[in-house]
Protein backbone atom coordinates (compact mmCIF):
# COMPACT_ATOMS: atom_id res chain seq x y z
CA UNK A 1 0.00 0.00 0.00
CA UNK A 2 0.94 3.96 -0.01
CA UNK A 3 3.15 5.05 2.46
CA UNK A 4 5.59 7.60 3.14
CA UNK A 5 8.99 7.48 5.21
CA UNK A 6 10.63 10.72 6.66
CA UNK A 7 13.96 11.08 8.00
CA UNK A 8 14.47 10.82 11.89
CA UNK A 9 14.20 13.83 14.04
CA UNK A 10 15.08 15.46 15.97
CA UNK A 11 16.98 17.49 14.06
CA UNK A 12 18.38 21.25 15.94
CA UNK A 13 20.47 23.50 13.43
CA UNK A 14 22.00 27.18 14.19
CA UNK A 15 20.31 30.00 12.91
CA UNK A 16 21.12 30.72 9.04
CA UNK A 17 21.75 26.64 8.70
CA UNK A 18 21.05 24.97 5.55
CA UNK A 19 17.93 22.76 6.18
CA UNK A 20 17.39 19.24 4.49
CA UNK A 21 14.32 16.74 5.69
CA UNK A 22 14.27 13.59 3.63
CA UNK A 23 10.84 11.95 2.34
CA UNK A 24 10.99 9.12 0.71
CA UNK A 25 7.40 7.30 -0.76
CA UNK A 26 5.46 4.11 -2.08
CA UNK A 27 2.49 4.61 -4.03
CA UNK A 28 0.78 2.60 -6.21
CA UNK A 29 -0.07 5.37 -8.80
CA UNK A 30 0.95 9.30 -9.67
CA UNK A 31 0.22 10.55 -6.11
CA UNK A 32 0.34 14.13 -5.48
CA UNK A 33 3.14 15.17 -2.69
CA UNK A 34 2.59 17.31 0.48
CA UNK A 35 4.59 19.47 3.11
CA UNK A 36 2.74 20.89 6.06
CA UNK A 37 4.59 22.28 9.14
CA UNK A 38 2.68 21.74 12.47
CA UNK A 39 3.92 24.89 15.45
CA UNK A 40 3.63 23.93 18.64
CA UNK A 41 0.14 23.95 20.29
CA UNK A 42 -1.15 24.70 16.49
CA UNK A 43 -2.90 22.36 14.04
CA UNK A 44 -1.23 21.14 10.46
CA UNK A 45 -0.83 24.07 7.93
CA UNK A 46 -0.21 23.61 4.39
CA UNK A 47 3.88 24.41 3.41
CA UNK A 48 4.12 23.27 -0.28
CA UNK A 49 3.04 20.66 -2.76
CA UNK A 50 3.88 19.28 -6.12
CA UNK A 51 1.11 17.14 -8.13
CA UNK A 52 3.45 15.99 -10.97
CA UNK A 53 6.79 14.34 -11.30
CA UNK A 54 9.69 17.39 -11.55
CA UNK A 55 7.43 20.00 -9.92
CA UNK A 56 8.92 21.69 -7.61
CA UNK A 57 6.81 23.14 -4.82
CA UNK A 58 7.90 26.72 -2.92
CA UNK A 59 7.05 28.97 -0.25
CA UNK A 60 8.26 30.72 3.13
CA UNK A 61 12.34 30.22 1.18
CA UNK A 62 11.09 25.79 1.81
CA UNK A 63 11.28 24.14 -1.86
CA UNK A 64 10.86 20.48 -2.25
CA UNK A 65 10.98 18.92 -6.00
CA UNK A 66 9.01 15.75 -7.42
CA UNK A 67 11.36 13.31 -8.04
CA UNK A 68 9.78 9.90 -9.36
CA UNK A 69 13.08 8.44 -10.20
CA UNK A 70 13.81 8.03 -6.52
CA UNK A 71 10.71 8.76 -4.95
CA UNK A 72 11.65 11.35 -3.02
CA UNK A 73 10.02 14.63 -2.35
CA UNK A 74 12.64 16.57 -0.12
CA UNK A 75 12.31 19.35 2.11
CA UNK A 76 15.18 21.92 1.50
CA UNK A 77 15.60 25.67 2.99
CA UNK A 78 18.81 27.89 2.71
CA UNK A 79 19.12 29.92 5.78
CA UNK A 80 16.88 28.82 8.70
CA UNK A 81 15.01 30.81 11.48
CA UNK A 82 14.35 29.87 15.50
CA UNK A 83 10.55 30.79 13.90
CA UNK A 84 11.26 27.87 11.75
CA UNK A 85 11.00 25.46 15.02
CA UNK A 86 8.04 23.18 14.24
CA UNK A 87 7.71 19.62 13.03
CA UNK A 88 7.39 18.75 9.68
CA UNK A 89 5.23 16.10 7.60
CA UNK A 90 5.80 14.49 4.73
CA UNK A 91 2.42 13.33 3.28
CA UNK A 92 0.88 12.14 -0.42
CA UNK A 93 -2.35 11.73 -2.11
CA UNK A 94 -3.16 9.25 -4.20
CA UNK A 95 -7.11 9.27 -5.64
CA UNK A 96 -7.65 7.07 -7.85
CA UNK A 97 -5.94 4.35 -6.13
CA UNK A 98 -6.42 5.40 -2.22
CA UNK A 99 -9.20 6.83 -1.78
CA UNK A 100 -9.28 10.55 -0.89
CA UNK A 101 -7.05 10.12 2.34
CA UNK A 102 -3.69 11.25 3.09
CA UNK A 103 -0.91 9.28 3.90
CA UNK A 104 1.77 11.31 6.22
CA UNK A 105 4.86 10.17 7.24
CA UNK A 106 5.69 10.35 11.45
CA UNK A 107 7.10 13.45 11.17
CA UNK A 108 10.56 15.32 11.86
CA UNK A 109 10.74 18.00 14.63
CA UNK A 110 13.15 20.61 13.44
CA UNK A 111 14.47 22.95 16.36
CA UNK A 112 16.73 26.49 15.42
CA UNK A 113 18.91 27.81 17.75
CA UNK A 114 20.20 31.41 18.05
CA UNK B 1 -6.33 30.33 9.81
CA UNK B 2 -7.51 27.55 7.68
CA UNK B 3 -11.12 28.57 8.21
CA UNK B 4 -11.77 25.11 9.77
CA UNK B 5 -12.28 25.27 13.65
CA UNK B 6 -13.28 22.48 16.19
CA UNK B 7 -14.77 22.34 19.63
CA UNK B 8 -13.67 21.92 22.06
CA UNK B 9 -10.22 22.51 21.51
CA UNK B 10 -9.04 19.85 24.63
CA UNK B 11 -11.09 17.65 26.69
CA UNK B 12 -9.56 15.76 29.82
CA UNK B 13 -12.21 12.65 30.68
CA UNK B 14 -12.22 9.22 32.71
CA UNK B 15 -12.04 6.33 31.64
CA UNK B 16 -15.46 4.47 29.97
CA UNK B 17 -17.27 8.24 29.30
CA UNK B 18 -18.01 9.26 26.11
CA UNK B 19 -16.80 12.45 24.84
CA UNK B 20 -18.18 14.46 21.02
CA UNK B 21 -16.52 16.29 19.24
CA UNK B 22 -17.27 18.94 16.87
CA UNK B 23 -15.96 20.18 13.81
CA UNK B 24 -17.06 23.10 11.14
CA UNK B 25 -15.06 23.00 7.78
CA UNK B 26 -15.12 25.92 5.03
CA UNK B 27 -18.47 26.48 4.20
CA UNK B 28 -19.72 24.88 0.82
CA UNK B 29 -16.72 22.49 1.04
CA UNK B 30 -18.30 19.08 0.58
CA UNK B 31 -15.54 16.82 1.67
CA UNK B 32 -15.04 16.36 5.22
CA UNK B 33 -12.16 14.28 6.71
CA UNK B 34 -11.35 13.12 10.68
CA UNK B 35 -7.84 11.98 11.63
CA UNK B 36 -6.38 11.36 14.84
CA UNK B 37 -2.52 12.00 15.39
CA UNK B 38 -0.68 10.27 18.71
CA UNK B 39 2.15 11.49 20.29
CA UNK B 40 5.65 11.09 17.80
CA UNK B 41 3.54 10.26 15.54
CA UNK B 42 1.80 11.65 11.66
CA UNK B 43 -1.83 11.96 11.01
CA UNK B 44 -4.03 8.79 11.05
CA UNK B 45 -6.79 8.60 8.64
CA UNK B 46 -10.34 7.58 10.57
CA UNK B 47 -13.26 8.66 8.14
CA UNK B 48 -14.47 10.57 5.34
CA UNK B 49 -17.88 12.70 4.33
CA UNK B 50 -18.94 13.47 1.07
CA UNK B 51 -21.53 15.66 1.98
CA UNK B 52 -23.41 13.88 4.62
CA UNK B 53 -22.79 10.56 3.44
CA UNK B 54 -19.68 8.86 5.24
CA UNK B 55 -18.04 7.14 1.87
CA UNK B 56 -14.57 5.71 4.10
CA UNK B 57 -13.91 4.45 7.20
CA UNK B 58 -10.32 3.11 8.78
CA UNK B 59 -9.88 0.02 10.44
CA UNK B 60 -8.87 2.10 13.18
CA UNK B 61 -12.34 3.23 13.61
CA UNK B 62 -13.37 1.16 16.30
CA UNK B 63 -17.96 -0.22 17.05
CA UNK B 64 -17.03 2.86 20.33
CA UNK B 65 -16.36 4.91 17.47
CA UNK B 66 -19.22 6.81 15.57
CA UNK B 67 -19.16 9.74 13.20
CA UNK B 68 -21.97 11.90 11.75
CA UNK B 69 -22.71 14.71 9.22
CA UNK B 70 -26.30 15.91 9.26
CA UNK B 71 -26.99 18.08 5.88
CA UNK B 72 -23.74 18.01 5.66
CA UNK B 73 -21.89 21.06 7.14
CA UNK B 74 -20.58 20.33 10.63
CA UNK B 75 -19.39 17.11 12.00
CA UNK B 76 -19.19 15.41 14.94
CA UNK B 77 -17.16 12.32 16.03
CA UNK B 78 -18.31 10.55 19.55
CA UNK B 79 -16.10 7.79 21.13
CA UNK B 80 -18.24 5.59 23.61
CA UNK B 81 -16.57 3.99 26.76
CA UNK B 82 -13.07 5.77 26.33
CA UNK B 83 -10.28 4.17 26.77
CA UNK B 84 -6.69 5.05 27.63
CA UNK B 85 -5.53 4.44 24.15
CA UNK B 86 -8.03 6.82 22.54
CA UNK B 87 -5.76 9.48 23.88
CA UNK B 88 -4.50 11.66 21.14
CA UNK B 89 -4.88 14.86 18.97
CA UNK B 90 -8.68 14.74 16.87
CA UNK B 91 -7.96 16.74 13.59
CA UNK B 92 -11.04 17.40 11.32
CA UNK B 93 -9.80 18.40 7.67
CA UNK B 94 -11.57 20.24 4.82
CA UNK B 95 -10.33 20.28 1.50
CA UNK B 96 -11.36 23.12 -1.40
CA UNK B 97 -13.92 22.27 -4.25
CA UNK B 98 -13.40 23.05 -7.68
CA UNK B 99 -10.46 21.35 -9.88
CA UNK B 100 -8.14 23.74 -8.53
CA UNK B 101 -5.92 22.56 -5.61
CA UNK B 102 -8.73 19.84 -5.02
CA UNK B 103 -6.58 17.69 -3.12
CA UNK B 104 -5.00 19.52 -0.37
CA UNK B 105 -6.39 19.24 3.24
CA UNK B 106 -6.55 22.34 4.93
CA UNK B 107 -6.68 21.45 8.88
CA UNK B 108 -8.27 22.30 11.80
CA UNK B 109 -6.30 23.12 15.35
CA UNK B 110 -7.54 19.68 16.21
CA UNK B 111 -9.32 18.60 19.67
CA UNK B 112 -6.54 17.19 22.14
CA UNK B 113 -8.15 13.84 24.16
CA UNK B 114 -6.54 13.04 27.73
CA UNK B 115 -8.38 9.78 28.58
CA UNK B 116 -7.02 9.38 32.17
Known amino acids: GDSVTQMEGPVTLSEEAFLTINCTYT??????LFWYVQYPGEGLQLLLK?????DKGSNKGFEATYRKETTSFHLEKGSVQVSDSAVYFC?????????????FGTGTSLTVIP | DTGVSQNPRHKITKRGQNVTFRCDPI?????LYWYRQTLGQGPEFLTY????????KSRLLSDRFSAERPKGSFSTLEIQRTEQGDSAMYLC??????????????FGPGTRLLVL
Open chain 1, 91 to 103: ALSDPPNTGNQFY
Open chain 1, 27 to 32: ATGYPS
Open chain 1, 50 to 54: ATKAD
Open chain 2, 27 to 31: SEHNR
Open chain 2, 49 to 56: FQNEAQLE
Open chain 2, 93 to 106: ASPPEGMRDRETQY
